[in-house]
């Protein structure tokens, strides 16, 4: 009898995973360099990007009749990464995907589904070194192939309430946040003077992410650039990691910024005075009387020495697309300095194009809330370019948020255990 | 004619011997009950089954023809699973999140259920309240949550000075019991209703003869209510542990990635992130399956204490 039942089951599990292997999987995909056709992409769903989106395909739709695109928002999920990354696993992404973050490039690239553009299309690196110059290199693999084409950043700076500062009784017009203890005299006269209930508020919850806002652009900045991750070894465990880590522990020690989750946007609800942030912020706090300096130094570095983070989104051309060819031909459309143009024009946000200032200056001096976002463009450092860089970046998170948000033990040892775990996982494939 | 076809026929050929051992007596059976098997085959027995072979393997989610070598790793993810202090924290707090929300559920939903049951006036309207946190999705009442228990929520209002600091949802000590006091709130109403179901088929006889021997109704509810509804209450026990245990949607909403430093993380929530968000499924799957061995023990511990002689 039993036998018998486990024959029905064996029967069973055959049966679905006929069915599963019929309905799933994808099949690999027989595109080439060389094919021209069709293509399908995916953007953004943020109200300007899709503006920007629609208006570039309307127009190389307009002249490729042979070669038309079909574009859609990027399919809703926790995360665009993880809908990227199921869609490899599944064989059906798309050609392009406008919002491929650096993040998760070498991850899809490990599991395949990205297009090594070095060495497909002779002209790749050449294109892509020449439009973002020295900035290109944050991009490529350790070997020096291209698997994706930097295409905008919004490098993060400090917005300021101007009336939360004049009622603070600090200059609103050159308010003293160069170094860390101009930023922190200034943080104490706004909570003091209660003028709002915090100075900043960061999100200091445990998302890998959230050091890219507090930690990571104070780091950049305080060593000129240091990327978290060189040559394959985590450096923030340093005197100006210590440095940095210490200011933020500081902040939160004393109150000046919230420890808790916060429901909305601290810097519109008048929560907080300032706000780390990138250009996307100049149309989100339009209501607002807000000021933009760049991210304090311990020494106070001159404004256009400054680095940050670069908060960058690029382009990616999936191995499951068919016509690649096509697909090429579309990103050098997409990021010629007519389309950069009007990215930056109907986004604000910035392309990755070196000499930005200069070669969009008309459209600088029409919108000078943009013009600090343009400088700050050539001096942005980018996330780990590693299968493993969301690990390395949750390890530092729960080392930052457990020492510096919460105060638990040294800063130093945090920052050694953290640097330690990173070091383990650049040697890992 | 029927009779002589059947004659025909040999009785016991060896081909339909066979199709009648594999198929069974009733092999329409399996049609009827094959949906489900399917069912239950494509949610569960493939993919544990998968989940098994990629703990052993070096394993990544890749494209459809990319050449990867998924190579047999032996104990290598479970032993970077078993080294990692930010698993065992997990497993921690997930511990103490069902020694509070177990317990805390049954004693409830008894207790409730057993008002209810006795409740002439607006039931309907009593039975619909308890249920409504169970039906509605965690996001939107977090938010209620998060306003109930932040730093200037109306609890610590209430408390006044002796408000505990740090604040309940960023304090190491409080997160997991906050997080396991929602729980047990949100799923409540579903467990109400299954010791009401039970609470149904008590005896009334039961509690007249108790009364005739003189017991109160306290002495009533231990002596008839509590033995009476020991099936339901093993079931609770068990539900409640199989999804306590799978605690995801909370710490990753109320605390927004098992904050502070880890003290509401949970294997579940540490799945997601090794699995889906930092690209190692073959780690995530070690952990998963760990859980299922740790849960499957609880169960038939629970199985053994609390079902008594007939579970």
Same mark, same amino acid.
């Given at each position: 009898?039993?036998?018998? +039942?486990?024959?029905?089951?064996?029967?069973?599990?055959?049966?679905?995973?006929?069915? &599963?292997?019929?309905?799933?999987?994808?099949? #690999?995909?027989?595109?080439s360099p060389d094919k021209h056709g069709d293509i399908t992409i995916w953007y953004s769903n943020n109200e300007q990007e899709l503006e920007w989106g629609k208006q570039m395909v309307e127009a190389w739709n307009a002249d490729h009749p042979d070669e038309q695109i079909t574009a859609q928002e990027i399919p809703a999920g926790s995360s665009s990464e993880a809908v990227i990354g199921a869609s490899i696993a599944a064989g059906n992404a798309p050609c392009l995907i406008f919002n491929t973050a650096p993040v998760a490039v070498a991850q899809f690239q490990k599991q395949g589904g990205l297009v090594n553009l070095s060495q497909s299309f002779d002209d790749a690196a050449a294109y892509i070194e020449d439009r973002s110059g020295d900035l290109a290199s944050q991009y490529a693999d350790a070997d020096g192939d291209y698997f994706q084409i930097p295409w905008k950043s919004n490098p993060v700076v400090i917005f300021y309430n101007k009336e939360m500062f004049a009622e603070a009784g600090l200059d609103p017009d050159k308010p003293p946040l160069h170094t860390y203890d101009e930023f922190l005299d200034s943080a104490r006269a706004i909570v003091d003077s209660g003028a709002a209930p915090y100075a900043i508020y960061p999100s200091p919850t445990s998302q890998f992410f959230q050091i890219d806002i507090d930690f990571y652009p104070l780091y950049a900045a305080e060593t000129g650039g240091t990327p978290l991750v060189e040559d394959g070894k985590a450096t923030f465990a340093d005197d100006a990691g210590e440095r940095v880590a210490e200011f933020w522990r500081t902040v939160y020690d004393e109150g000046l910024a919230g420890d808790e989750i916060y429901q909305g946007? #601290?810097? +519109?609800?008048?929560?907080? #005075?300032?706000? &780390?942030?990138?250009?996307?912020?100049? #149309?989100?706090?339009?209501?607002?009387?807000?000021?933009?300096?760049?991210?304090?130094?311990?020494?106070?570095?001159?404004?256009?020495?400054?680095?940050?983070?670069?908060? +960058?989104?690029?382009?990616?051309?999936?191995?499951?697309?068919?016509?690649?060819?096509?697909?090429?031909?579309v990103v050098e459309f997409a990021t010629s300095p007519e389309q950069d143009g009007k990215l930056l024009e109907l986004t604000g946000q910035m392309p990755l194009r070196r000499d930005l200032a200069e070669v969009y200056a008309d459209y600088f001096d029409e919108n000078p809330a943009y013009r600090a976002f343009g400088a700050q463009t050539a001096r942005v450092v980018e996330v780990p370019n590693s299968p493993n860089a969301v690990a390395m970046l949750q390890k530092l998170r729960d080392a930052y948020t457990g020492a510096v948000v919460f105060g638990n033990g040294s800063i130093p040892d945090a920052l050694r255990q953290a640097a330690a775990a990173v070091d383990d996982l650049a040697a890992q494939p | 004619m029927t009779t002589t076809a059947a004659r025909d026929i040999p009785r016991h050929s060896p081909n339909r011997t066979r199709l009648h051992r594999v198929l069974g007596a009733n092999p329409l059976g399996i049609a009827f009950s094959a949906p489900y098997l399917v069912f239950v085959a494509i949610v569960f027995a493939i993919p544990f089954v998968s989940s098994i072979w990629m703990s052993f393997h070096d394993f990544f989610f890749s494209a459809p023809g990319a050449d990867v070598d998924h190579a047999f790793v032996g104990l290598a993810n479970y032993q970077a699973v078993l080294t990692d202090p930010a698993v065992w924290q997990a497993f921690g707090n997930v511990g103490v999140f069902l020694l509070i929300n177990v317990p805390l559920t049954v004693v409830l939903a008894l207790l409730l259920a057993f008002q209810l049951n006795r409740v002439v006036h607006a039931r309907t309207f009593l039975r619909v309240s308890f249920y409504v946190p169970y039906v509605t999705a965690s996001v939107a009442v977090v938010a209620v949550w998060l306003f109930l228990f932040g730093g200037d929520g109306l609890v610590n209002q209430l408390l006044g000075p002796i408000a505990p600091e740090p604040s309940w949802l960023v304090n190491p000590v409080l997160a997991m019991p906050t997080?396991?006091?929602?729980?047990?709130?949100?799923?409540?109403?579903? @467990?109400?209703?299954? @010791?009401?179901?039970?609470?149904?088929?008590?005896?009334?006889?039961? @509690?007249?003869?108790?009364a005739t021997d003189g017991a109160g109704r306290l002495r009533q509810f231990l002596s008839v209510t509590i033995p009476s509804v020991r099936p339901a209450t093993l079931l609770v026990v068990l539900l409640s542990t199989v999804t306590g245990a799978n605690l995801f949607t909370e710490p990753y909403l109320l605390t927004a990635g098992g904050g502070p430093n880890g003290a509401s993380a949970s294997p579940v929530l540490l799945v997601y992130q090794k699995g889906i968000e930092q690209g190692t499924p073959d780690v995530a799957a070690a952990i998963g399956l760990i859980l299922v061995v740790l849960v499957l023990i609880i169960a038939l511990l629970q199985r053994k204490f609390v079902g008594g002689e007939n579970s």
């Open positions: 009898m039993r036998r018998r +039942a486990g024959a029905h089951v064996a029967v069973m599990l055959t049966l679905a995973a006929v069915l &599963i292997t019929g309905c799933g999987g994808g099949q #690999a995909s027989t595109g946007d #601290a810097f +519109a609800d008048g929560k907080a #005075a300032m706000a &780390i942030v990138g250009p996307w912020a100049v #149309a989100v706090y339009q209501d607002l009387d807000w000021g933009s300096v760049p991210v304090p130094t311990s020494k106070g570095t001159p404004a256009d020495e400054i680095w940050t983070f670069s908060d +960058a989104k690029n382009i990616g051309l999936y191995t499951a697309c068919e016509n690649q060819g096509t697909a090429w031909d | 997080i396991a006091l929602f729980v047990t709130w949100k799923q409540l109403g579903f @467990y109400i209703l299954l @010791y009401l179901a039970a609470l149904q088929n008590v005896p009334k006889e039961l @509690y007249e003869s108790a």
